[in-house]
């Protein structure tokens, strides 16, 4: 089968390096750099310097020729032009192929989750989204990881699993592709307020606090919105958050720790270049408790750092008393 991945950000070009070890592959890219070092050394070295790529991927700028012949299309493009693109490749897209995308991010003015996107842009299109605790620079360095295809048709979710699968890259099939969007969405902005607790200085007991009762707002919304409640405890919901979370290398925990060492998020966001879907996300997330009447104080400090409502070192001021811990809201 014939593979485009569109996105040559860091995780785009490490599917896309997934995929060619299976099957022919094509990555396109705006950054004609990027795309021309591709082709000729082989490395992504403005996202991905000193990881090697399959010498049989392809790179290039061109998006109708990218998608004319693809079997399967790959969607690693931000929340913020997602559609564009989609509605740019759309001409040359063959009927009925799968179209999987790899965002963690909602569209600002709908709402709406990307597979939706992918739905409204391209009727017809089995949807799906490829998503779990999966950091790029690991994967690429050949450390084991495992991710989640989930798509409503199983038979289409076998077909996907087989592409990007590898020896050290376990993929799952998942139905719930609400809750395994959601999950990816809303575990950035729990991960912008672990940042804020790990730059402030916190303790290790402050920042578990933060992630496990950032996992039960998650859950909370998740479910209130459509997704399975055991979809949040595995890969794509408590998988994703903690290495989210965790790890120095995810860029939404970056921008909060920034922010918690009391510099001005326009100045992070200067200087980083590729995007923190969480920054976006923040108050989208707030929005949704408030028409699902779920209350998320965990993403609403964080939100309010982000907008500038409130400063860092006051995100954890004036915890309330706890109530009943699986009856609170």
Request: with cysteine.
């Amino acid at each position: 089968m014939q593979i485009c991945v569109l996105g040559a950000g860091s995780w785009g070009t490490t599917v896309a390096a997934l995929a060619a070890r299976n099957h022919p592959t094509t990555l396109w890219g705006r950054n004609k750099t990027v795309i021309n070092d591709i082709n000729a050394s082989h490395q992504n070295n403005v996202y991905l310097r000193g990881f090697p790529l399959p010498d049989s991927l392809d790179a290039t700028s061109d998006l109708a020729g990218a998608c004319a012949k693809a079997d399967v299309i790959v969607v690693g493009i931000p929340s913020a032009s997602f559609r564009q693109v989609l509605l740019d490749a759309a001409p040359t897209i063959r009927p009925w192929i799968p179209i999987v995308s790899l965002t963690k991010g909602l569209e600002k003015s709908s709402q709406m989750r990307m597979t939706q996107v992918i739905e409204d842009v391209l009727p017809g299109h089995a949807a799906a989204a490829l998503t779990g605790p999966n950091l790029a620079k690991e994967i690429m360095a050949g450390q084991a990881a495992a991710s989640v295809i989930a798509t409503q048709d199983m038979s289409v979710a076998a077909l996907l699993q087989d592409i990007f699968s590898a020896p050290l890259f376990r993929v799952y099939r998942n139905h719930d592709v609400v809750g395994c969007e959601l999950g990816g969405v809303l575990k950035n902005v729990i991960a912008l307020a672990t940042g804020i607790a790990e730059g402030l200085g916190v303790g290790d007991n402050t920042r578990a606090m933060v992630i496990t009762r950032g996992l039960a707002e998650l859950s909370r919304l998740g479910v209130a919105m459509g997704g399975e409640h055991q979809t949040f405890a595995g890969l794509a919901g408590l998988g994703d958050l903690l290495a989210t979370c965790m790890s120095p290398q995810s860029r939404n925990r970056y921008v909060g720790e920034q922010l918690g060492r009391g510099r001005q998020l326009q100045d992070i966001l200067d200087e980083m270049n590729m995007v923190a879907e969480g920054v976006k996300t923040a108050s989208m997330v707030g929005e949704l408790a408030t028409q699902y009447g779920i209350e998320m104080r965990v993403c609403q400090a964080a939100s309010r750092v982000i907008n500038g409502e409130i400063r860092a070192f006051e995100a954890f001021d004036g915890l309330r008393p706890a109530q009943h811990e699986q009856d609170e809201d």
